[in-house]
């Protein structure tokens, strides 16, 4: 998938993981590799209400790719 498309999939639905992802793709994306970068499109498939229990910590990703690609995201500061 082009930047450009992950970027547009990272506009989602609650502005509490529009603050997470947007920076996240804009400044630390293209550094990935491509197998991470397939995890993290992987995990913009997820929907809302999912993503949203992961990342604030409500419950655990039962996929290990994934939950990893979380704690990525997470780990990475907006500059």
Do not use: I
Request: charged share 25%; proline share 8%; hydrophobic share 45%.
């Amino acid at each position: 998938m082009s930047t450009a498309r992950v970027r547009w999939a990272c506009r989602r639905g609650m502005l509490e993981l529009d603050v997470l992802f947007q920076p996240f793709v804009e400044n630390h994306y293209e550094a990935l590799s491509d197998e991470q970068k397939a995890v993290f499109v992987r995990l913009l498939a997820c929907e809302d209400p999912e993503l949203f229990a992961w990342f604030m910590g409500h419950e655990q990703c039962p996929n290990p790719e994934l939950a990893d690609m979380v704690v990525t995201v997470r780990g990475r500061p907006a500059p």
